[in-house]
């Protein structure tokens, strides 16, 4: 078949393996190809165990993948074909020198941007999917107008606001497709041949075209939004224990407010993922970078009531169980940073189970999708770590359990077999809310919500 444009990503990661797909798989005349410098992660991508978990992923991937869809470690070559090229790459906290654990490290997506010189024979439009610091266009601009060649390579944001755990399903139906470009007549061009994409999907209103320096910060500004929901919830989470008021009759109370509105209400152990916390971070440094120091304190707070939820719930187990965990087995139920995913990057999961072990406590994790993750986030540590898939055996003689992810088969699970096959008194730290608390009380638990008023048998 003749494919109408060539389409290449580079960085076959969460975010440019699952776009990729549904680009593929709604426009049929396009050619993509997603390359990554990672051969097992193409491997992966090219086998039906992909790389990363997402429900309805791999029937998107199968249903493409041959067709129009590729996955390939060939970069040089798929530079030169491409007509469009969506940079994925990773770009993390920068954990060294100028800025580091708080600015993006550019490193990668830097040389993205050399390795595209190098290879291109022709003018290209080069889309920037990874989320960057302000203004980094205009520095990938000048990299790529140092060519000799005398070719134009047009740089647009267009930034991805896909969640983990339901990224086919935001990609197909996303509340906005966001694309900023130079206000120049090739800048505009260019991003109406990247709206041209999605409009094969998507209707036209939820198409937003902005500037170039707005499309980049409203990606930074919408996670921050985000995580300081998270954050506000947690912190009166916090307040309710003290008072006995209840917090999820707070979220909804003050959700069905339609100006406050439900989502992002829920209080939790606290938020994880690759994105929220490294964004802030990121924001908080360019907002330093240009003397805001009030600007920055008030964001960079996001992050610090988010290490005080986790500390706060780590603090509760010991205190709860006699001050004491030496010795004692703790299920870990999830590890992931939320459902439906297996991704443990900065998870809530990590935080606990380094501090859980600190106490020497003997920890079994239990998580249908993140036990690989979790084996490596946990990798050289001191103490007694076991993974377990099946949850009846993960908590067999534990004396406590302790939920990190919402899974929903936790919520399904048969309490009374549990309680009989757990060590008494039988501790539930339930850092998601999301079991029957009542009904785990009358089983004979002793039951530690988060920001409720805990149900114990004891006098
Ligand atoms: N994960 C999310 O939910 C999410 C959502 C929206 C936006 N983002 C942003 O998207 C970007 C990518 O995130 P991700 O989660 O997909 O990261 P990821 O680490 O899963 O994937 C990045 C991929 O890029 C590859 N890579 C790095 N340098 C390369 C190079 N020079 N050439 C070829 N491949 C290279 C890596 O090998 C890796 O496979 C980040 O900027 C992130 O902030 C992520």
């Not at 920068?94 to 550019?106: N, P, Q, R, V, Y």
């Not at 509105?261 to 992002?264: D, V």
């Not at 139920?333 to 995913?341: D, Q």
């Given at each position: 078949m003749k494919f109408t444009r060539n389409i290449l990503c580079i960085g076959a990661g969460y975010v440019g393996g699952p776009t990729m797909a549904i680009i593929a798989l709604k426009c049929p005349e396009y050619k993509v190809t997603v390359v990554d410098v990672n051969e097992e992660r193409i491997a992966r991508w090219n086998?039906?165990?992909?790389?990363i978990y997402e429900p309805g992923l791999l029937q998107a991937v199968q249903a493409a993948r041959g067709r129009n869809l590729f996955f390939s470690t060939a970069i040089p070559e798929g530079i030169r074909a491409a007509d469009i090229i969506f940079v994925s790459v990773n770009t993390p906290t920068?954990?060294?020198?100028?800025?580091?654990?708080?600015?993006?490290?550019?490193q990668h997506w830097e040389k993205t941007a050399h390795q595209i010189v190098a290879h291109s024979e022709k003018s290209k439009i080069i889309v920037e999917k990874s989320t960057l610091p302000v203004r980094t266009a205009e520095a990938m601009e000048r990299i790529l107008s140092e060519?000799?060649?005398d070719i134009h390579f047009e740089v647009v944001s267009n930034p991805e606001f896909l969640a983990e755990g339901s990224a086919v399903n935001d990609l197909l139906e996303p509340d906005r497709v966001l694309i900023g470009s130079q206000q120049t007549e090739t800048g505009l061009q260019a991003a109406r041949e990247i709206a041209d994409i999605y409009s094969h999907w998507v209707p036209?209103?939820?198409?937003i075209t902005t500037n170039l320096w707005s499309a980049e910060l409203s990606k930074l500004v919408a996670n921050a939004f985000l995580a300081q929901r998270i954050s506000s919830i947690n912190a009166i989470s916090a307040l309710c224990e003290k008072t006995d008021a209840d917090v999820a009759e707070i979220s909804f109370a003050v959700g069905s407010d339609t100006r406050i509105?439900?989502?992002?209400m829920t209080a939790s152990i606290g938020f994880g993922g690759s994105c929220f916390k490294k964004d802030i971070l990121n924001l908080v440094y360019i907002c330093r970078s240009y003397g805001l120091e009030e600007v920055a304190d008030y964001w960079e707070m996001v992050i610090r009531m988010n290490d005080f939820q986790q500390g706060r719930f780590v603090k509760k187990i010991i205190r709860e169980m006699f001050n004491t965990i030496v010795g004692k087995k703790i299920a870990m139920?999830?590890?992931?940073?939320?459902?439906?995913?297996g991704d443990t990057r900065e998870s809530p999961g990590i935080f606990v189970a380094k501090k859980l072990l600190e106490e020497r406590a003997d920890l079994v994790i239990c998580d249908p999708q993140a036990l690989g993750n979790a084996r490596k986030d946990l990798a050289g540590l001191d103490g007694n770590v076991a993974f377990e898939t099946d949850p009846y055996r993960a908590v067999a003689g534990a004396h406590a359990i302790a939920v990190i992810t919402e899974w929903d088969m936790f919520k399904k699970l048969d309490f009374e077999k549990i309680f009989a096959a757990m060590q008494k008194p039988a501790f539930v730290?339930?850092?998601?809310?999301?079991?029957d608390h009542d009904r785990l009380f009358r089983i004979g638990f002793n039951v530690f919500p988060l920001g409720k008023p805990s149900l114990t048998h004891f006098r």
């Open positions: 086998s039906d165990d992909l790389p920068k954990t060294f020198g100028l800025g580091a654990g708080m600015a993006s490290d550019l060519n000799k060649k036209a209103g939820k198409i509105g439900s989502r992002f139920l999830g590890f992931a940073f939320k459902a439906n995913t730290f339930d850092g998601r809310n999301i079991l």
